[in-house]
């Protein structure tokens, strides 16, 4: 009896993870592929479509783009959202309550009507489409993030602490250099990793907001819509590695030293 | 001496300036620009409900809402019906010293890039792909079934998304849970079906009900998924909204339609909200 619920229980867990795993290790089986398209037969391995790639200019300016506009955005989300978290935790703030909410209330609209929002505003004020644009949008997604990240790790504990620094005639900028990010390194780190990898990885916003100049989510969508190729794979592939890469660090760095 | 506190303003204006700037006065461009309509090529800034009318009067337009519930609903329950198990079994029959391991495995695809995600799928499910090939190559079918370009991809392409990020929360919910639970209703005679059925399941019901809240969200406004999967046979409301700004830019009705998209998540919430508040009563 014992057994077989077991049993069931392995065998259910293989068949998810094979569901989970099928489609990333078709495309990264196939991004080795020697013909045109990306379906069997398998006939590699190749590297030629990761050659096509790295030899592929707009495609290697799509990868510097989306790395300065995540840069950058998340930044200042994290910015925005460390001093906003520090407000709100340190400070009785009338209609603090309507206040945070405004703050996060981007979380619970789609990235589309956020788009389109800033489409639409953009297009009346004649600000025409840019990288920068898109920068902007991504501090709207990505600063209730930071802010709720933030705000949740500010424990009293803290503040008894920001007080001693106070006492001992530290002033708010001091203060708020020197002990409170420090202590929230973790919060603060998460808060810029988290919205790094979304603003990496967003898609419409930026491809409602570019044009000529564009991100690498927006370079993939085109080349996809030329419909299926290997090169697709090839990119596709080095993303998730650059992805695992990054993920591994941070789980070694990061939350193995916090743990302890 | 103390050094001078300067306030809260200082600190929380330059969030709430970027909020109110790029959120909120865009949201409010699009529920006026939702009001105005185009014809032809001549915009009508006359305030009016006529996109609003049109939506609800026009089948092809109303079918996308209707799509869309249909499919964001049928996605959330498999997405639950799959995810919940393999939390239980991450969180009960795997050694704990192997859990991290096991669930970072589980969710290590939610990495890739995910347009990229979509197209691997397009990959296993087109009719040259890897699932017409072998079922072909063993025999048990004589010629390709249609499978991308269908509700099925769509359903399936979102079900691997949430199915990975609905085991996350609900593993996290399971680990919460206090054995003593477990060993209360056991030392009352419980066994284990029982006992998951009475105890386990309605204490994971709350945290069940955000991870399907956060996935009808998500998936309801999700434009890339439907759009490289589901293809344009039936639409879903994203896409008809870019159908909106792509073909000839229609800002009003696109403005309009974004609006009724909003609000029907609205609804969702409230809803959802009610039924939380209950439940914990």
Same mark, same amino acid.
């Given at each position: ?53 790295? /030899? &592929?200019?707009?495609? $290697? !300016?799509? *990868?510097?783009?989306?790395? %300065? ?101 530290? /002033? &708010?900028?001091?203060? $708020? !250099?020197? *002990?409170?990010?420090?202590? %929230? ?76 | ?281």
């Amino acid at each position: 009896m014992r057994r077989a619920s077991d049993m069931a229980a392995v065998a259910y867990a293989l068949l998810i993870f094979g569901f989970i795993f099928l489609p990333v290790i078709v495309l990264a089986v196939f991004s080795f592929q020697g013909s045109q398209i990306p379906v069997p037969p398998f006939n590699g391995p190749s590297l030629k479509w990761y050659g096509a790639v790295l /030899s &592929d200019g707009r495609m $290697l !300016t799509a *990868i510097g783009n989306s790395t %300065l506009v995540a840069l950058i955005s998340s930044l200042v989300s994290t910015v925005l959202g460390f001093l906003a978290a520090y407000g709100f935790a340190r400070h009785a703030v009338p209609g603090g309550g309507w206040l945070k909410g405004l703050i996060v209330a981007p979380l619970s609209v789609s990235y589309l009507i956020i788009g389109m929002g800033l489409l639409i505003t953009f297009t009346r004020l004649g600000i025409p489409k840019s990288l920068f644009a898109v920068g902007l949008g991504h501090v709207v997604i990505n600063l209730p993030l930071c802010f709720a990240i933030i705000y949740s790790q500010m424990g009293e504990h803290h503040a008894n602490i920001e007080r001693a620094a106070r006492d001992l005639g530290a /002033s &708010d900028v001091q203060v $708020l !250099t020197l *002990i409170t990010a420090p202590m %929230l390194w973790p919060a603060l780190f998460a808060s810029f990793f988290l919205s790094m990898t979304f603003s990496w990885d967003e898609f419409i916003i930026a491809f409602l907001l570019t044009r000529f100049e564009t991100t690498l989510p927006v370079e993939i969508w085109t080349l996809l819509r030329s419909g299926l190729s290997p090169k697709a794979n090839a990119i596709g592939t080095v993303v998730f590695a650059i992805s695992i890469v990054l993920v591994a660090v941070i789980e070694l760095t990061v939350f193995r030293k916090r743990a302890r | 001496m103390r050094g001078r506190r300067l306030g809260p303003w200082p600190f929380i204006a330059p969030a709430l300036a970027y909020t109110a700037l790029f959120f909120a006065i865009p949201f409010v461009v699009m529920a006026v620009v939702s009001l105005w309509t185009l014809s032809g090529t001549a915009l009508d800034m006359t305030p009016g409900f006529g996109n609003y009318i049109r939506f609800f009067t026009t089948e092809s337009f109303f079918k996308a809402i209707r799509n869309s519930l249909e499919v964001t609903a049928l996605v959330t329950i498999v997405s639950v019906v799959l995810a919940y198990p393999m939390a239980w079994i991450l969180a009960e029959k795997v050694p704990v010293r192997w859990q991290r391991m096991a669930l970072i495995l589980a969710i290590l695809p939610f990495w890739t890039s995910y347009v990229v995600r979509s197209y691997a799928w397009l990959l296993v499910l087109a009719e040259k792909g890897v699932i017409n090939s072998w079922l072909m190559g063993l025999g048990l079918l004589n010629e390709p079934v249609q499978m991308a370009n269908t509700r099925f991809a769509t359903v399936l392409g979102f079900a691997h998304f949430f199915v990975m990020l609905l085991t996350l929360t609900i593993y996290a919910n399971l680990k919460q849970l206090s054995p003593n639970y477990r060993r209360a209703a056991a030392d009352l005679g419980a066994n284990g079906i029982q006992t998951f059925i009475h105890v386990i399941l309605p204490l994971t019901l709350p945290g069940i009900m955000v991870g399907a809240f956060l996935t009808f969200v998500l998936a309801i406004g999700d434009y890339i998924t439907p759009q490289i999967l589901g293809g344009s046979n039936e639409l879903l409301m994203p896409q008809l909204i870019m159908l909106q700004i792509l073909r000839k830019p229609d800002f009003p009705m696109a403005s309009a339609l974004s609006i009724i998209l909003m609000i029907v998540v609205s609804i969702a919430y409230l809803a959802c909200a009610r039924w939380l508040k209950l439940e914990r009563a």
